[in-house]
């Protein structure tokens, strides 16, 4: 057992970010057979923050893969198993021979139960892993008086008798029209008795145009289910006997077809399930502020242009985002106090000499916010080269854990889908969140005319436990004031 131990060796899903506690595995890229080397990728799993793609630290040939594409993996689970020793071979252990050859053959009804249920106290019911599962039903029904002329009922659980044979009612022609629908049961006001059903499968049946008095129950005790009211509305086979001439009123009045197929429903895990928990964290646990303010970026737009033909801007990503994070880094280094954390454990504010500026990217595998360290330290260029290859790896899909822990501000650029602005939810452990709007040419003051401007409005949204009203406005308005008057740049720098 010993040499088997060791010549077999499990790969663990490792916590690849900083404190996952499970990743999904998205693809292999070997399967068994396959021989393997030390740092070879073989999956590519996907963790709450980014999808990471796994070395295996050993060499061998690919013994078993322990779980599937699209499962969810706590961490620390072996995932794969590698043979280390291939070729050793081991000694064919013999078959076990099958559990009812070993068993003597015995008479029908003569074995004992493995288990005897539980005495009367528990209802008769046998115990599972939670209490003793469902209890028998105990719904009652309200004794119906018979319709006159029709024959008595047996009572539930008494099997009816046979008529005799000179009893027995004669064989119905063929040609015998369609019976009418059974007419409802009186209770004893004479009125229709109403059938037993759940709240959701009423719902169900008048979603679907289903009268429940024509549905034949199926469930205990005379209950209709879901599954009674999807067959009422299913379409009827066709007959194989004539047809019977039906009135045009029936017509009329048939049933919409159900609503199949116009609903998908998808697992809430991976990037959608991090962010719900971290914006509703957020939400209820930071109190929120948000300001506006809107701003004539004429200006802005033209620095913009002429920073495309610049030669030390060649090939970088130039646009109204770049000039709009270096205002909020300018805005920041004038109001340091904002650049700050709550720590709730110690009870201390923690202002921050650094400042990770994330940027909210939306990809294909949902919003992420990776964000570019110690931004406040770099120069237009370089600025503009992070925020470019940002963008590009979060659209890959290729973000690390690690470009998207630690920030302490964030903007979010609402305004490329034509959005003129919006209350931002603040990334948790972050100060501040700003949103950019879309620019617009708009009727503007200028020089005491109006003229067409490029206008755009800007919303903070800050933790009123950190920043008080007084400090969130100064922010804003130095934002609002850099672009502006982008020389601003130059002389608050």
Known sequence: MAATDQRFREFK?????????????????????????????????????????????????????????????????????????????????PAAAPAEAAAPAEPAGAAEPAETPEPAENGGRQANLVGYGVAPSSTKRRPRKPRPGAPAAPARGVPAQPLPAAAAPAPAAPAAPAPAPPRPELNGHGKAARPLAKPPVRKLAKDLGIDLTTVTPTGPDGTIT???????????????????????????????????GRERRVPIKGVRKATAQAMVSSAFT??????????????????????????DMAGLRVNPLLLVAKAFLVAIRRNPEINAAWDDGAQEIVYKDYVNLGIAAATPRGLIV????????????????????????????????????????????????????????????????????????????????????????????????????????????????????????????
């Open 286 to 311: 930071a109190p929120h502020v948000t300001e506006f303010i809107t701003v004539d970026v004429t200006r802005t737009m033209k620095l913009v242009a002429d920073l495309k033909q610049d030669p």
């Open 226 to 260: 879901r599954e009674d009211v999807h067959a009422a509305a299913a379409p009827a086979p066709a007959a194989v006997a004539e047809p019977v001439a039906q009135p045009a009123v029936a017509e009329a009045e048939a049933a919409p077809a159900p609503a199949v």
């Open 370 to 493: 990776p964000n570019i360290k110690d931004a406040g330290s770099l120069t237009l260029p370089e600025l503009a080269s992070a925020l470019g290859e940002l963008v590009s790896t979060a659209r890959e899909g290729k973000t690390s854990p690690a470009a998207m822990s630690g920030g302490t501000v964030t903007i979010t650029n609402v305004g490329v889908f034509g959005v003129d602005t919006g209350t931002p939810i603040l990334n948790p452990g972050e100060s501040a969140i700003l949103a950019f709007g879309a620019v617009k040419l708009q009727p503007w003051v200028h020089k005491g005319k109006v003229k067409p401007r490029q206008v755009t409005t800007l919303a903070l949204s800050f933790d009123h436990r950190l920043v008080d009203g007084e400090l969130g406005s100064k922010v804003l308005a130095d934002i609002a004031a850099v672009l502006e008057q982008p020389k601003r740049l130059i002389t608050w720098a």
């Open 13 to 93: 899903m490792p916590d690849v970010g900083e404190g996952l506690t499970e990743a999904e595995i998205l693809k292999w890229y070997v399967a068994p057979g396959d021989r393997v080397a030390d740092g070879q990728v073989v999956c590519e799993v996907e963790t709450a923050k980014a999808a990471v793609e796994l070395p295996i630290p050993f060499d061998g040939v690919v013994h078993e893969l322990r779980f599937g594409e699209g499962t969810t993996v706590d961490v620390g689970t072996a995932i794969i198993s590698v043979d280390t020793q291939p070729g050793a071979g081991d000694a064919p252990a």
